[in-house]
């Protein structure tokens, strides 16, 4: 008796292992899966990519809302099924006034502008080709003293008119500091003074996770390097369309606006 007792918490525990989640379904947040022999996973009908040994990305963008379906098709043909039910979270309004060639760009840098959207699209396509998963790395802060200034989400009003939602974290700081990849990465693109971005890194942690690294005083990395978490890639700096010395962070998976405050506290065991 006691045997076959043993032998089910076996088997019982087998399956348990055998898928494993680390994040919270919720707006602006991943989450990163483990299931063995996968033969195929979709997310909301779209394909998602997985690597060779089970791990896998999905993400909730800041805005969405309502249901998600996780199906994933075992090599046996087996299907699991898994509904999420995201709600749209509140996010505070934040006031700044700004010089008027601030808000928007005199007509001299429009063409500019244009080119420098053109460049960062075309590296961003480079994200759908990899099944890397440099992200197993786990996440770690991209400055060493933390001193938040503006929180992910806060929905901005630029001169009393209503304008995009912050989309990353800023960190405060002195020219000059130390910027950190927040985890292992390759990198997609190195920007130089860009009109909105300044001098800026973006990284590819793999399947489609990025992140962005904007108005630095210096890029210390060069395109295609790879790089690991912790790892000094820049200096901090206000260069672009910046008040004062800060770091804005960003993070998405592919298209989809993550808090970067939320892959801090992913536990990847
Ligand atoms: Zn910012």
Known sequence: MRFI???FLLITNLIAQEIKFFGEPKSASIIIGKVDSIKKILFNSGKIKFSNNGYFIFGFDKEDEGEFELTIIKQNNSTINYSYQINKE???????????????PPKKYLKKIKNEFAQI???RTKLFENNNTYYLSGFSMPVKNVRITSEFGLNRILNGTPKNFHNGV??????GDSVFAIADAKVLFVGNN??????????DHGQGLNSVYLHLSKNLVNKNQQVKKGELIGLLGSTGRSTGPHLHLGVQWFNKRIDPMSLFNLKLE
């Open 170 to 175: 800023d960190f405060g700081g002195s020219i």
């Open 121 to 123: 699209k075309k590296a």
């Open 5 to 7: 007792i043993i032998f």
């Open 90 to 104: 509140k996010f505070e309004n934040q006031e700044l006034r700004l010089s008027k060639k601030m808000v928007s």
């Open 194 to 203: 860009f009109y909105y971005n300044g001098n800026f890194i973006l990284l």
